[in-house]
């Protein structure tokens, strides 16, 4: 099986601007996690979605949204970038949605505010 | 929601020596208790997992015990080589968790000195 994808890779944008992450997860798998990891802070929790339904958000401004498609690929749309937005964000797929599931993380986008 | 606490968060090892990283979690519920392992510039990768029913889980050079009644896990790698330099994560959980509430450690960067 193919392993979790993330488009683009890289992005550089500027303040203000908005940005579009995509991420395609494992076929079959169900949910999806996005976290932000910058130098020092870790794997911070962005959101998740199961079966198309955000169930949960993690401690970020209203900025930062996503959405699931019926075929589980998933976005995430940061607008009114900032430059502490720049950061590697990550997401992980996972069969059924159980945080006793693996997760399977993408390679990731990182992203640059100037 | 899980309060995760991981130590050392950092932490260098001559090469050929042990390393041990230690992970609390509160929740007395968790019974799934993986290690993720993020090399420089790749994505985090699920290295070595322990459910409840078992004290320990051995994979080659690499082990996980559990103390549920400490509420503690804890990563060893014996014989340490260059290629065991990474940050590693662990993310207790438990079979009332979804991924929504999936906490992950704040992460321990391991450094091999050759």
């Known amino acids: 099986k193919a392993g979790v994808t993330q488009t683009p890779r890289y992005l550089i944008k500027t303040r203000g601007q908005q940005v579009t992450l995509s991420c395609s997860p494992i076929?079959?798998?169900?949910?999806v996690s996005w976290y932000q990891q910058t130098p020092g802070q870790g794997l911070q929790f962005l959101f998740e979605?199961?079966?198309?339904?955000?169930?949960n958000k993690g401690n970020f401004p209203g900025r930062f949204s996503g959405r699931q498609f019926s075929n589980s690929r998933s976005e995430m749309n940061v607008s009114t970038l900032e430059l502490g937005d720049s950061a590697l964000y990550l997401c992980a797929s996972s069969l059924n949605g159980r945080g006793t599931d693996t997760q399977y993380f993408g390679p990731g986008t990182r992203l640059t505010v100037l | 929601g899980e309060n995760v606490e991981q130590h050392p968060s950092t932490l260098s090892v001559q090469e050929g020596d042990s390393a041990v990283i230690k992970c609390t979690y509160s929740d007395s519920a968790s019974n799934y208790f993986p290690w993720y392992k993020q090399e420089l510039g790749k994505r985090p990768q699920l290295i070595i997992d322990?459910?409840?029913?078992?004290g320990e889980k051995k994979d080659q050079r690499i082990a996980v015990t559990l103390n549920k009644t400490a509420k503690h896990f804890s990563l060893h790698i014996t014989e340490t080589q260059p290629e065991d330099s990474a940050v590693y994560f662990c993310a207790p959980s438990g079979p009332l968790f979804g991924n929504e509430k999936l906490t992950f450690g704040t992460g321990t960067r391991l450094t091999i000195i050759p």
């Open positions: 979605y199961f079966s198309e339904t955000q169930r």
């Open positions: 076929s079959g798998h169900r949910s």
């Open positions: 322990i459910r409840s029913n078992v």
